[in-house]
């Protein structure tokens, strides 16, 4: 008991330290929430606070939100700030809803690093899983991580995808699928790619479910399919009613993400390719790119069967790079849930090369954009290089951490292979 | 060739190979060094060429000259009649002149609190549009009231009010020109521009209340002398090290050279006979300059803003008078004239060494590049060591003794990292002081800071030593990680302003060579010593004794470059080379066999 009354005051603790950063950031530094708002590291074109003011706007004065041609994100955004007091006048509110959405996360990947899931799935056991990181270590490198306060300080409307993601799967984990589904409904429905980890997550809550639940999995993935559905069809009728009872915001949220009618740059490898590409070309490449996304998705689960959670993290480490419109905020998702694999750190073989890229690229990135935007003596490739060595630190870290699991999965099954050079033939 | 490969992968693991990275960061830096002493020679550096064909510098007849001489000395009458009163005074005379010539005028005022003193002052201003031109695109003439020196430009405003009757009665101008009167050569022209680009702060700068297109390209006179003349100087250094379109200097020095016969120089070298001594004082001139980022005249504020602009300021005992220097500023505003987009056919990253040489960016970056390079591989090879077993002091249950271990040794993070992100964030402190300062207190601020400074790494190796207990592995993953960050900010830096990155890579580079001396207190205190000779506090101290400068004068200058200009350069010494230096003190310092003695006595 007095053990965890003192996690429970560390915990506050951070919480704490962690909200009154940000809001002294927000408050000490008037002009930085606008700045880091401009970054392109930051806003994408589907998730930049300038746009939701635009379309709170719109909404507020009675015109079609998408007319603009300028909003791109969930229609149900609008009601929820419009209940915040107005921005110009008062602030402070939503700065606290960004905190407050921020803690949720936290506390989300709190439960999850705790239930010790990483170290131990329903299917497989780590020899290594006693050298983890306490759930507080966690959730103050995800609170403290640059990434994420600078996201929270530029007020990305990622960060409650974020948030809805790490409900789903500490959900999952503790045997509440039916929450998680609802989570991951709502995470989708706000950016589409978290549909993507439905496999994984539907792994993950079977495996996870208390036994009275656990029938057989066609019919446990079958039901929470259809709770998926009915609740993403439940969002989206919700949307078609507030949208003035259209469906045109289907064209301007998904289908500016399929089809990628937003060119505007950003760390992400996509722009670059579509704004030299002919336009009868266009259709066959974002099917194509659309198609590596998800492709991961099936030979991830499949091979990774036994720890739904690694998948889960992979999948976001890809996503994080190939997704249309990427920013440091799901870098920072993903980077909040690599350290649950601690135990497998020293397993991993590039972790200096890949800090040093991500640290290399956080600073070469703005300076060259500077050259290209302000300056005018740099152009667009510059700055979509250092974009690709970006991807790339990104990419290696997601291929270290799979070489580290398959490799602690293989010393299970073959302990003689312990300490030994894997040499590739 | 699987036998070579296996061979060399067996290299790998030789503990030898981690005695060459110190040698190889010495000759990154040897190199990069030497490089930038062979740039001034005939096969490394080029002759510089007009690269956008629209400008045709010297091909117009410029017809400045004739009556226009005594509407010149009818204006500087005018201009030394009010050469006692007040600023209001001077700009109410000044829009009263111009307000006759048919041009609207536009007034606008400053105030900027640097280290305690207010800089304030008003703008003056007037449009010419251009009879047959569409108000898109503009050019500048400005000229300050006293120049960066404080000297009184009377010889310049008189000369652009004449400009700007002379400028009124031609129809070819495609642009519109603006007139721009300053109080000071570096407040004024900033609050402008800030103002033109909706840059400004409001509270601190008013708003302008004429505005016309685009800014295109802007020419500032300083012509203080009252003598004639012999040669022009032109002043082309911009704020943080940016520089101009070549093509503006190309063509000015081409406009003078040509047609009127006037020489040009750069970088205040009066005497100039293109061999390789001077070429090399012309270029470390431009370098310095370059590196610490200060407005060195009007022009300086416009070049961020993407805005081509030069200072012109002739010199010397000769026959050239007002009238030559006028054709001089009309055929260069002729060439700007042409000019259908911005200067872009040139180069912005350049070094020029004499008017008609200099070496672009792809030939002088690398120099830059190996000495930021040099703290990377030091730092790279410092964490291969430090997972080497023989680093861990008498700990390692991980580290087999028997067969060689292929896994490196767990290396314990949290205290380097923390050691190294305290002395990043301490950067902060000096910043805010040095910025935040009123003039009095500055030098007495500035001599406690530096003893402060001697004694911290003391301080800090001593908590570290009794609280914590760094092994070796530690001090060399603390070195590791300061010099990481050292090399990646250099680097960046190196891609903006090159002179900066390369200086202050210099300065620092000795960090690359520090260590622990446990055994050998002589060489603690030597590294000490000489760390302390190189420190940032001691070089600004030397640098201002070698130029005759107040300690006192130096600080208040690079307050008001960071109040006024937004110079980053105070934010590179003590946030990206103080920080370094600390860990660096504290590096060598440190005892790691203390914890060694702890651990048999405990």
């Given at each position: ?188 429905y706000l950016s589409m790619y978290p549909l993507l980890l439905l496999p994984p997550l539907l792994l993950l809550a079977y495996d996870r479910a208390p036994p009275a639940r656990q029938s057989n999995l066609a019919l446990f993935a079958t039901t929470h399919v259809l709770i998926i559905t009915l609740v993403s069809t439940i969002l989206l009728g919700m949307s078609y009613v507030l949208t003035g ?33 002919f336009d009868s070309f266009r259709s066959f490449f974002l099917a194509v790119f659309w198609l590596h996304l998800s492709s991961y998705v099936g030979g991830l689960t499949v091979r990774i069967r036994r720890q739904p959670l690694v998948v889960i993290t992979l999948l976001l480490g890809i996503f994080a790079i190939f997704k249309p419109y990427p920013s440091i905020s799901d870098t920072s998702l ?92 | ?602």
């Amino acid at each position: 008991m007095n053990g965890g009354k003192v996690t429970l005051g560390r915990t506050a603790g951070l919480y704490l330290g962690a909200a009154v950063l940000r809001l002294a950031l927000f408050v000490l530094f008037p002009g930085l929430p606008d700045l880091l708002t401009g970054r392109v590291e930051i806003s994408t074109p589907v998730t930049s606070f300038k746009r939701l003011q635009e379309g709170l706007f719109l909404y507020n004065h009675n015109v079609s939100p998408y007319d603009g041609g300028v909003y791109h994100q969930a229609p149900l955004f609008l009601p929820l700030f419009s209940l915040l007091p107005s921005f110009s006048s008062l602030p402070i509110f939503t700065y606290l809803l960004y905190i407050v959405v921020d803690l949720l996360s936290a506390d989300a990947l709190l439960k999850i690093a705790d239930s010790g899931e990483a170290g131990s799935s329903a299917l497989f056991t780590s020899p290594r899983r006693e050298k983890r990181w306490s759930g507080f270590v966690i959730a103050a490198v995800f609170l403290f991580n640059p990434f994420t306060i600078a996201t929270c300080i530029g007020r990305s409307t990622s960060v409650f995808t974020s948030c809805f993601i790490l409900y789903s799967i500490s959900n999952a984990i503790s045997g509440a699928p039916f929450t998680s589904m609802v989570a991951l409904s709502f995470a989708s429905y706000l950016s589409m790619y978290p549909l993507l980890l439905l496999p994984p997550l539907l792994l993950l809550a079977y495996d996870r479910a208390p036994p009275a639940r656990q029938s057989n999995l066609a019919l446990f993935a079958t039901t929470h399919v259809l709770i998926i559905t009915l609740v993403s069809t439940i969002l989206l009728g919700m949307s078609y009613v507030l949208t003035g009872c259209s469906w045109e915001f289907l064209a301007s949220t998904y289908g500016v993400q399929l089809t990628l009618s937003d060119l505007t740059p950003n760390v992400g490898l996509w722009w670059y390719f579509f704004i030299e590409m002919f336009d009868s070309f266009r259709s066959f490449f974002l099917a194509v790119f659309w198609l590596h996304l998800s492709s991961y998705v099936g030979g991830l689960t499949v091979r990774i069967r036994r720890q739904p959670l690694v998948v889960i993290t992979l999948l976001l480490g890809i996503f994080a790079i190939f997704k249309p419109y990427p920013s440091i905020s799901d870098t920072s998702l993903f980077l909040a849930m690599v350290p649950l694999y601690r135990h497998v750190f020293p397993l991993m073989r590039y972790t200096f090369l890949v800090a040093a890229i991500i640290v290399y690229t956080t600073f070469l990135g703005p300076a060259f954009y500077h050259l290209w935007i302000y300056a005018g003596s740099g152009n667009a490739n510059f700055f979509y290089a250092i974009t690709l060595v970006w991807g790339l630190g990104q990419s290696l870290l997601v291929c270290d951490l799979t070489f580290a699991v398959l490799r602690d999965e293989l010393e299970v099954e073959r302990p003689e292979m312990v300490g030994k050079e894997i040499r590739q033939i | 060739m699987p036998r070579l490969l296996s061979g060399a992968l067996r290299l790998r693991r030789d503990p030898r190979i981690l005695k060459l990275p110190p040698y190889l960061s010495l000759l990154c830096i040897l190199v990069g060094v030497v490089w930038l002493f062979l740039l001034p020679r005939d096969e490394y550096s080029r002759r510089t060429y007009i690269s956008e064909n629209a400008l045709l510098p010297g091909q117009v007849h410029t017809y400045f000259g004739g009556s226009d001489q005594n509407v010149f000395r009818a204006y500087k009458h005018e201009v030394n009649a009010l050469v006692d009163k007040s600023n209001i005074e001077i700009n109410d005379r000044l829009e009263s002149i111009i307000k006759g010539l048919g041009l609207k005028v536009g007034r606008q005022n400053f105030t900027y609190h640097s280290a305690g003193q207010v800089h304030s002052g008003e703008n003056v201003y007037a449009i010419l549009q251009a009879p047959r031109g569409d108000a898109t695109e503009a050019i500048v003439l400005v000229a300050a009231w006293k120049n960066a020196k404080e000297e009184l430009n009377r010889n310049g405003v008189s000369l652009i009010l004449t400009l700007a009757r002379y400028f009124k009665r031609w129809s070819l101008w495609s642009k519109d020109i603006i007139f721009l009167v300053t109080p000071d050569s570096i407040a004024g022209p900033q609050a402008w521009v800030d103002a033109y680009h909706d840059a400004h702060d409001s509270a601190r700068v008013d708003s302008l209340p004429l505005k016309s297109g685009l800014l295109q390209g802007a020419i500032a006179v300083d012509y203080v002398q009252e003598h004639r003349f012999e040669s022009i100087h032109i002043v082309y250094d911009g704020v943080n090290g940016q520089l101009p379109n070549l093509d503006l200097i190309n063509s000015v020095v081409n406009i003078a050279g040509g047609q009127m016969g006037i020489s040009t120089t750069l970088q205040e070298m009066w005497r100039h006979d293109d061999k390789y001594p001077d070429r090399l004082r012309t270029m470390l001139r431009g370098m310095l300059k370059q590196g610490l980022g200060l407005a060195s005249g009007p022009h300086s504020s416009f070049i961020p803003y993407h805005v081509d602009a030069v200072t012109l300021q002739p010199f010397g005992e000769g026959w050239q008078d007002e009238m030559a220097m006028g054709r001089v500023v009309e055929g260069t505003f002729r060439s700007l004239n042409n000019l259908l987009e911005h200067l872009h056919q040139s180069f912005f990253f350049y070094l020029l060494m004499q008017r008609e040489r200099f070496v672009s960016i792809g030939t002088y970056l690398p120099s830059a590049m190996l000495v930021a390079a040099n703290f990377t591989i030091m730092a790279i090879a410092l964490w291969v060591k430090s997972g080497q077993p023989g680093a861990e002091v008498a700990e390692g249950q991980e580290a087999k003794p028997a067969e060689k271990s292929n896994l490196a040794v767990e290396r314990h993070l949290f205290l380097p990292l923390g050691v190294v992100t305290v002395c990043q964030f301490l950067g902060a402190l000096p910043l805010y002081l040095f910025n935040h300062a009123p003039e009095s207190m500055l030098t007495p601020a500035f001599f406690i800071f530096s003893s402060l400074n001697m004694a911290l790494p003391h301080l800090l190796s001593h908590l570290l030593t009794t609280y914590y207990a760094p092994s070796a592995q530690q001090y060399q993953l603390i070195k590791s990680f300061s010099l990481l960050l050292l090399g990646m900010f250099l680097s960046s830096l190196a891609t903006l302003n090159f002179s900066l990155a390369f200086l202050v890579g210099l300065l620092a580079s000795p960090l690359t060579f520090m260590q622990p001396w446990p055994r050998a207190p002589a060489m603690r205190t030597a590294c000490t010593i000489f760390l302390n000779a190189v420190a940032p506090t001691a070089v600004l101290v030397i640098g201002a004794t070698y130029w005759n400068l107040s300690v006192d004068t130096v600080l208040r200058e690079a307050a008001f470059a960071w109040d006024v200009c937004g110079t980053y350069t105070p934010v590179v010494v003590w946030c990206v080379w103080w920080p370094a230096w600390l860990a660096g003190s504290v590096t060598v310092l440190g005892r790691p066999d203390e914890r060694d003695i702890k651990a048999k006595t405990a």
